[in-house]
């Protein structure tokens, strides 16, 4: 009757072993999945937390001093010539010189072609013998004039006679004036063939070779002159900023722009502001702007694009650099460092940003220190070590070694100043408790009681077999 029994028993001894391996296979699996690696800096008693918070932070310091501050307004412009010329004929004929360099500067007045002048001249040759003859003529009929004159004093001759020769002297007078007219136009041709520059400033590429037939009717030219000395520099601003800047021109005042290259560093060039457009484009909301800059140097290129700064207005106020304002809940702040060489949160009040410095309206006095470099191991009243400001301070590579890891760090710019103050806790909580590294990992105490009982655990399979061998 025992080995019928024992048969009736064994699926259900299989089904439950099948069971507890199921979830012994599941538990471990969660386990390795969400078990965390040992952090590398709790392995070492030596150089762990403890020495780490004892440590002074390197950092690099500023000092907050009073000086120019500019109100500047920012724009992209485009330079363009002060004036550009299209040299164009006024002469029809046949280029036979050129006489200027492509690329090279020119004065006003300089030749820069000429035109074969041979026609022009047989012209003004003709022009001039038409104005000889009828200077003849008129000399003729003057004399005469006064010989009729002369005789009808006399009554020899009737009153018609000496009217009829006065005509005929006007007459020939404006020939004469005819005949002046087209000698000066002749001349004017003539002069035409040799092309001058009409004004100063760098000639470009020529569109025309010599031995070429040009015309007057030409629409590209000969050769296109620009004017860079002095250059203008055409930008635009928003409307709301317009105000500020048309006030300062009905006050008579001068407004300095400078022109910074497309990296908007290194500066080009200053020049003045010297015009505003009469109306704002309704579809981008700015106004155009037109600076004039002396580009003695030729620092500026017709169509370069220049990053534009309007100095509107210069006041005197307290600075520190912008990399020491940091921002978070509380505001902007400051890491400050005291005269024992340790750091306290202070919020400040901001103005204008000028070339890498911000006005400090409140908040700090002149010749405290603020922390430029080093932020991110910072807490309240850590104690800090001042670099100068040609080394390097390591404190922005280090990782973060506080009792929380990267958790209890308080950002330069992105953590809050409460984070910060919850910082200062957490140091005091972490002198009291022990050692991370010394205490028992709750994980692996759990795995190894896991493993001793499922070795001290019989086997159901073989209690079941062992039943079965006896019962037979």
């Not at 493993?451 to 079941?464: L, N, V």
């Amino acid at each position: 009757m025992s080995a019928p029994r024992s048969e009736a028993h064994r699926p259900r001894w299989r089904t439950a072993l099948s069971l507890v391996l199921a979830l012994l296979l599941i538990g471990g699996g969660y386990w390795l999945a969400t078990r965390q690696p040992e952090a590398p800096a709790q392995s070492s008693g030596r150089f762990g937390r403890g020495m780490m918070a004892g440590m002074a932070v390197p950092v690099k310091v500023a000092t907050a001093e009073s000086g120019p501050l500019h109100y500047v307004m920012k724009a992209i412009g485009t330079v363009t010539a002060y004036n550009t010329v299209t040299v164009r004929s006024q002469v029809d004929g046949e280029l036979i010189r050129i006489a200027f360099e492509e690329g090279a500067a020119v004065k006003q007045g300089d030749v820069l072609a000429e035109i074969d002048p041979s026609d022009y001249q047989v012209q003004l040759d003709q022009a001039l013998g038409q104005q000889a003859q009828n200077a003849a003529l008129l000399r003729n009929a003057q004399r005469d004039l006064q010989r009729y004159q002369q005789l009808f004093k006399q009554n020899s001759i009737a009153r018609q006679q000496v009217d009829t020769q006065q005509a005929q002297v006007s007459q020939l007078q404006g020939a004469v004036k005819s005949d002046q007219a087209a000698v000066d136009s002749a001349r004017l041709k003539l002069g035409y063939t040799k092309i001058t520059a009409p004004i100063s400033g760098r000639a470009g590429l020529r569109n025309v070779d010599a031995g070429n037939i040009i015309n007057a009717s030409n629409t590209d030219g000969l050769v296109v002159i620009t004017q860079t000395q002095p250059i203008a520099v055409m930008f635009s601003l928003p409307q709301v900023q317009l105000p500020d800047v048309m006030r300062k021109l009905r006050a008579g005042k001068t407004l300095v722009v400078d022109a910074y290259d497309r990296d908007d560093i290194k500066r080009l060039a200053s020049g003045t502001l010297v015009a505003v457009d009469n109306q704002i484009d309704v579809a981008t909301g700015t106004v155009r702007l037109k600076a004039r800059f002396a580009n003695e140097d030729e620092q500026l290129f017709p169509n370069q694009f220049v990053n534009v700064r309007v100095r509107v207005e210069t006041t005197e106020s307290l600075q520190v650099p912008v990399i020491a304002v940091q921002q978070g809940t509380i505001g902007a702040f400051v890491y400050r460092v005291d005269d024992e060489d340790k750091v306290h949160i202070q919020t400040v009040k901001t103005g204008r940003v000028d070339d890498g410095q911000i006005g400090i309206v409140s908040g700090l006095t002149q010749g405290q220190r603020v922390v430029i470099e080093g932020v991110d191991r910072l807490r309240e009243g850590a104690k800090v070590e001042v670099v100068k400001a040609n080394a390097s301070a390591p404190a922005a590579s280090l990782p973060a070694t506080g009792p929380d890891g990267a958790k209890a760090q308080t950002g330069a710019a992105s953590q809050t100043g409460a984070a910060s103050q919850a910082g200062t806790a957490s140091q005091a909580g972490a002198t009291s408790q022990p050692d991370a590294t010394s205490q028992p990992d709750a994980t692996s105490q759990a795995g190894a009681a896991s493993e001793a009982g499922a070795k001290s655990r019989p086997d159901p399979t073989r209690q079941a077999d062992a039943k079965n061998r006896s019962g037979q």
